[in-house]
């Protein structure tokens, strides 16, 4: 009796031995329950507001499970660097794998040698410096559309989150395949409704992602289903597409957009690049890419319209950098290298809100951070708006002060702000994109002032979750032009 009572106490003293242990390893976070984990918790309609919560309470990183996942949330810049430079695999989602054609893109895909080829592609091919000016035509005209339609409204509310959408779209389908959809507003509105349903659909719950028990609860919530109708539509979309450029009736055009740009690419690599990654690419562009631009157009004006003395210093920096111009003219891209203070503008509001506020990485063999155990398999949710507002990095980080960019190189500032992602799964676009939001935001600071309309609530930062962090109420205001005796 007595050695079975030894046995039992030393079993006993081992697991208490062994919870007490994993204790210490453990990052801190709040109470599981039972098969759910954090589940039930995380507040998928205020993501930030949660994480921020998080944050507050357990540090700059907070251990979560969901279902049978352990998940890590990372909130400091020091650490986001860390994991970021270790660990390049995404982790897979259902909605995403299938829309990207089980990773056949660039954005959902696992970090192995497709994707490296395609980053290659992208950066020598596709984003290259010189194809950015060859797309230069295709930036100015639609920043010059969005000016006459501003002009068209002179005096009245305008809705800007609006037309920063249209302008991101049509620039999009301009580089992407030669064409925007201009003033045809059927077409415009089912491929809009197509990519909204795209982006719900990639940061969607799924079961089968989190607890495979119970993934039989996607096909009856008729999640599947949703999913496979969008994957059949914007899959007929793109291959009318292709079609109309593999077509012998399609006209020569003076510069080549994207799908030319592949489909010269896969004549010339058959075997490395496939129908499929041509698709999962024009997938990131549409889908990815449109809202970024938007977004950053929209947070950055809102930023200058809670601060009045900056949009003053703003717009005086721009008409005195570029000089007056004819009324109904424009500013171009080559007068975008002038406007030193403009870009410290731009990257202020960038790192107080990013596009993409929520970075994800799969574990990859990464044993520990901060002397907190990282368990196989571990997601990372890398807060990237947490980290442009590191008090550790920066002085003041609520307040919107672009001198904090006027010294210093871009280089200085990877890392400690995350607004298109970070280390080798950076977005390859961001050259194009950076240099859309410089154009549309220099014409916008140029050519009117702004105010709210008389009756207008107060400038709000409420923000819609997703995979971009759009303006939850859109940014509505009179738009007045601007004369030199003003």
Known sequence: MKIVVAIIITLLLAVIHKMTLKKKKAAPGPREVPLLGNLLQFDKSKPLVYLQHLHDKYGGVAYLRHGSTPVMVVSSARLAKQVLKTNDNRPPVLGQQKLSYDGADIAFSRYDSHWKEMRRLCAVHLFSPKQ??????????????MMSKLRSRVNQPANLSDMAMSLASNIICGVAFGKTYGDDEYKKKKLDKLVLEAQALMVSFYFSDQLKVLSWLDKLSGLLNRVDKNFKELDSFYQNLIDDHLSPSCKKKNSQDIIDLMIELK??????????????????????????????????????????????????????????????????????????YLKAVVME???????????????????????WEVEKGTKFIINGWAVGRDPEVWKDPEDFVPERFLNGSDREWEFKMLPFGGGRRGCPGMGMGMLAIHLALANLLYCFDWALPSSAPPIDTDALPGLTMHKKNPLVLIPTPYTSST
């Open 349 to 371: 509001g960038l790192r107080l809100y990013p596009p993409a506020p929520l970075l994800y990485r799969a574990e990859q063999g990464v044993g520990e951070i901060e002397g």
């Open 267 to 340: 004549r010339e690599k058959p075997d490395a690049i496939t129908w499929e990654h041509v698709k999962g690419l024009l997938m990131n562009l549409f889908v990815a890419g449109t809202d970024t631009v938007a977004a950053a157009v929209v947070w950055t004006m809102t930023g200058l319209m809670l601060r009045p003395d900056v949009m003053r210093k703003t717009q005086e920096h721009v008409r005195e950098a570029v000089g007056w111009k004819k009324q109904g003219a424009m500013i171009e891209e080559d007068e975008l290298t002038k406007l030193t």
């Open 132 to 145: 950015l000016v060859s797309f230069r035509p295709v930036r100015e005209a639609q920043v010059g559309r």
